[in-house]
């Protein structure tokens, strides 16, 4: 796992573009699959990188409800875009990984060996606020009493390199839950980029040990005492700009107290319910089992897979579904999220990355529903109370 940063370093150092090549190639040298951003079908989405060359240079995103589309940024920045339309869970909590397999034996099922040895990851570009979402995951498979196999394996080892946010998205909202856009823990290497006409170079944090002995292997130079102000003036920018906000004083509370507002009703009328949020969040866990045989009948498989609380058979009991209706599903993914969470794994399960809002067909939005329902609470509650006493 990575450690705290601020442990290894006395220098805040610099490189180019030539040295971020050579970070990726150092990397891969020592035996990680290097993961990053890259263009697809029109998107930035996290794929096997092998060089440089593969970022998405003079990209940028505009994000809004239920919109994305790619514009260019008119230089050669390489992390000028906001995140990328999928999250890292996909690597550390796959949609799809085998829990155990089994074949006919002398008229028994005997149970296969299953390895969980995958090669280790590297993943260059992380957020701030994917950082937090990676140590939330950390509590839900690691930390909440039972391990889970499948993502210790993949987490073990893991090499992140951040990278600090230069602007917010339209979506954003990780200011209001101190989840970014300044990478502070988390991480082996940081970095902000500074991307101009005339000058293109990173200003390179150390967060672990791991990462110094990289960093070591890597061109580089100190950091001149300008640039090494540059992540805390660069993101205090970024703070000032986000595209969202979200209220969390008395959050928790606020949305346990009003379980039964309108406001769900009002939301559950457009939700499509198609688990768009929950598969593009980066900290959801809910999954299925699927047990398959093959045709002969004498190989047996069980698999688990990503499921969503919007689904109609996620919350299936003997004689029906729980919860029924949309405004029942919405209902318990938000409270889940912002207040539910907090108790069971002390945080919230989001990190304000604003995918929820960008990816959702019909454009809702998670911030603007929370403070609907802070706004009218009081006038719903005084109702409350007249109707009472009426009766």
């Not at 701030?128 to 210790?152: H, K, M, N, W």
């Amino acid at each position: 796992m990575t450690q705290q940063m601020t442990l290894y370093t006395e220098e805040r150092a610099v490189f180019g573009p030539e040295g971020l090549d050579q970070l990726i190639t150092t990397l891969a040298d020592r035996g990680f699959r290097v993961i990053g951003p890259t263009v697809r079908d029109g998107a930035v989405v996290y794929d096997d990188i092998a060089a440089a060359a593969d970022l998405p240079a003079g990209w940028a995103d505009e994000q809004t409800n239920g919109r994305y589309r790619l514009t260019q940024r008119g230089d050669k920045a390489l992390f000028g875009y906001t995140h990328s339309a999928q999250s890292w869970k996909r690597y550390l909590h796959p949609p799809e990984a085998r829990l155990w397999a089994a074949r006919r034996l002398n008229g028994a099922f005997a149970l296969l060996p299953e390895t969980h040895e995958p090669q280790p990851l590297a993943f260059i570009g992380v957020r701030a606020c994917e950082l937090a979402a990676i140590a939330v995951q950390d509590r839900v498979f690691l930390g909440s009493g039972v391990v889970d196999p499948t993502y210790a394996a993949h987490r073990q080892g893991l090499f992140i390199v951040a990278v600090n946010c230069g602007q917010a998205g339209g979506t954003c909202f990780c200011a209001s839950l101190n989840t970014g856009p300044r990478a502070t823990s988390g991480f082996d290497l940081a970095l902000t980029e500074i991307a101009h006409k005339d000058e293109h170079y990173f200003v390179v944090e150390v967060g672990s040990a791991r990462g110094a002995e990289v960093l070591a292997a890597t061109a580089h130079r100190p950091a001149t005492d300008d640039e090494a102000l540059a992540p805390e003036r660069i993101t205090a920018r970024t703070a000032a700009r986000m595209g969202r906000s979200l209220d969390t004083g008395g959050l928790k509370e606020l949305l346990y107290d009003n379980l039964e507002h309108p406001r769900w009703e009002q939301v559950a009328q457009r939700c499509l319910a198609c688990a768009n949020c929950t598969m593009v969040c980066p900290t959801c866990f809910c999954a299925t089992i699927e047990d398959t045989t093959d045709l002969t009948g004498s190989r047996a498989e069980r698999w688990r897979k990503w499921d969503s609380c919007f689904t109609m058979d996620f919350s299936y009991i003997h004689g029906g579904s729980v919860r029924f209706s949309a405004r029942a599903r919405y209902r318990q993914w938000l409270v889940h999220k912002l207040a539910t969470w907090v108790d069971q794994f002390g945080t919230f399960g989001c990190v304000g990355c604003g995918r929820c809002i960008t990816w959702c067909p019909v454009g809702i939005d998670l911030t603007e529903e929370a403070r609907a329902i802070r706004e009218t609470s009081g006038r719903m509650q005084k109702k409350e109370v007249v109707n009472d006493a009426n009766d």
